[in-house]
């Protein structure tokens, strides 16, 4: 399965989205238009519907809902996500879910659900505020997504969702965890126990994705040789040998590993490991453009198996000048007065024009999202 | 009624000049998207591209002359399709940097350096980039000499040399006086002047 369509009312910096998405989506839009407010809204989703979750835990993270809604929200307040997930490769819906959220203006100011409705295909099978929610208020505090003795019907969702991963690798958070020891956020968006989750796979399984990182690794990254990992007094670690004029020179541990390497064996694991719907954040960064514009194929080849969505956001031309990414697998975040809108690249006329001239999609579409006036950009300096 | 015109260039000064340009018409154009690029082989590549985008909304491109003898010859190496109504095409000879030169008070006063050093036909300068630079190194302006001419030989412009350049079209520049001493620029001048958008079918 995977989220065929999305539909936003007052989410973040987006008042109003219905679009439809495909098995693999780029993001590209201007700094601050909204790229990861946009990958979060699937966060979003993956935190009600976790073990441990639920609504109230998703909107506290974020800050309350004054820090979710749309501040063009107005005259209609509530936040309001609908998805529908469509078996891979085709478009019609096998399920719809949609949840609405406000907050209490008195007491507690709680989030609470405006409504909660879910279709199994077109036929409507849960519809709340329902008898029982309006002779107990407190219900409405808790969606039906996240409970167990509720979301039976429609579990699928639940599980569907609740497999979401989002990467963004801060190799230093790596390096030094001990220096960045803090609360743990939720699903370990920064690589924090990016070690742990290696060391929790079994073993056999585990090697034989690495042995597929350490061929990558070889062809990137000059002199790298063997790669493998290790435990050390329970803790993981992971261990490469670069050839060396000295022969009997040490292995190098994550520490001494450079900023990039360390974000392509993120990217490579993450692809390898699980099937849920996977979140990138701008996968081309500390990386060469000559990998970075690997990419999308091989993101294409290592979902495609699997039945897997990625989302990805990107400023990368090396990314996107790969002519095999359709125009309607790009979405253009466009900032205007109230918010942002999305597009979706073949919806703009002169970009497939310019793709039937043989321009490449990068070139067509990014110089759309810089900034207006960037060369004044030095002039108060 | 604005026409909303779309902007290809080789280089940020090139860009900031086609907007200059473009401001003379008063409220005539507005400009839409701009397309930097970073000399002329990506406009050379893409130039179908934009060329076919043209139908829905127009471009207006500006490329430099540099080794070609003439623009005609440019114009046959590069261009295999016909060229869209909406498609304004421009070749400064043999560079921007000429067009800035066209006009000598202009660029006397911003630099400090005497007319008589100037160029009377900047269309004629085989490098009119080194020639900017050089009079450029004249000048009595420490800043001015410092952000155009460059830090040593291993580089070819000096380390400000787009921003301090922009300030001059923007500030100096006098776009009758340079069109008066070159013809590339009176003949993009006179495009633009009578140019419509003709709406796709």
């Known amino acids: 399965m995977y989220i065929s369509r999305l539909k936003l009312k007052n989410w973040k910096n987006f008042k109003e989205v219905d679009i439809p998405l495909t098995e693999r989506v780029f993001v590209v839009g201007p700094n601050a238009s909204g790229k990861s407010n946009f990958l979060d809204v699937f966060r979003f989703l993956r935190d009600i519907s976790k073990p441990g979750g639920g609504l109230q835990k998703a909107v506290t993270e974020r800050g309350g809902i004054s820090k979710i809604r749309s501040l063009a929200a107005r005259t209609f307040p509530d936040v309001e996500i609908e998805i529908h997930l469509s078996e891979y490769g085709t478009t019609v819906p096998l399920w719809k879910y949609s949840v609405g959220i406000k907050q209490e203006i008195r007491g507690y100011r709680l989030p609470y659900l405006t409504q909660e409705k879910v279709w199994k295909g077109e036929q409507l099978i849960l519809d709340r505020p329902d008898k029982d929610d309006s002779q107990d208020h407190e219900r409405l505090t808790q969606t039906h997504l996240e409970q167990i003795n509720a979301n039976r019907e429609f579990r699928e969702i639940n599980k569907y969702l609740e497999n979401t991963v989002y990467l963004h690798l801060i190799p230093q958070i790596l390096k030094y965890p001990q220096a960045f020891a803090g609360a743990d956020l939720s699903g370990d968006p920064f690589g924090h126990g990016f070690l742990e989750k290696i060391s929790k796979v079994n073993e056999k399984t585990r090697n034989a994705w690495l042995r597929k990182i350490q061929e990558a690794l070889k062809i990137a990254v000059p002199q790298f040789k063997a790669f493998s990992y290790a435990e050390e007094n329970g803790r993981p670690h992971l261990e490469a040998v670069y050839e060396h004029w000295r022969p009997k020179a040490g292995k190098q541990r994550e520490e001494q590993f450079s900023d990039g390497t360390l974000r392509l064996i993120g990217l490579l694991w993450s692809l390898q490991e699980g099937d849920g719907l996977l979140l990138l954040e701008e996968p081309e960064l500390s990386l060469n453009g000559a990998i970075v514009s690997k990419i999308p194929a091989l993101i294409y080849k290592l979902q495609k198996p699997k039945k897997r969505q990625v989302i990805l956001t990107s400023h990368s031309t090396d990314l996107l000048n790969d002519r095999g990414i359709s125009l309607d697998e790009i979405l253009l975040l466009d900032p205007v007065q109230e918010g942002t809108s999305i597009k979706i690249a073949s919806g703009i006329p002169e970009i497939k024009l310019m793709l039937q001239g043989g321009m490449t999609p990068g070139a067509a579409i990014l110089p759309r999202t810089k900034p207006k006036n960037i060369n004044q950009l030095t002039l108060g300096f | ?201």
């Open chain 2, 1 to 201: 009624m604005s026409i909303y015109i779309n902007l290809v260039s080789e280089d940020a000064i090139s860009e900031f000049t086609m907007m200059k340009l473009l401001d003379s018409f008063a409220s005539k154009y507005y400009i839409h998207n701009t397309y930097p690029a970073n000399g002329y082989g990506y406009i050379k590549s893409n130039i179908n591209g934009f060329n076919q985008a043209s139908i829905a909304t127009p471009f207006f491109v500006l490329t430099d002359l540099d080794n070609y003898p003439c623009p005609p010859e440019l114009i046959l190496d590069w261009i295999t399709a016909p060229l869209h109504p909406n498609f304004i095409f421009r070749i400064a000879v043999k560079e921007v940097e000429a067009w800035l030169l066209a006009d000598i008070e202009g660029f006397s006063e911003f630099t400090g350096v005497s007319q008589a050093n100037f160029p009377a036909n900047p269309e004629l300068e085989n490098d009119p980039k080194q020639t900017l630079i050089n009079l450029a190194r004249r000048s009595r302006r420490r800043d001015v000499r410092e952000d155009i001419v460059p830090i040593n030989n291993n580089a070819t412009i000096g380390p400000n040399y787009n921003e301090r350049l922009m300030q001059f079209v923007s500030d100096f520049w006098n776009l009758e006086r340079a069109i008066g001493r070159s013809t590339s620029l009176q003949r993009a001048f006179n495009k633009l002047d009578n140019f419509n958008f003709t709406q796709p079918a």
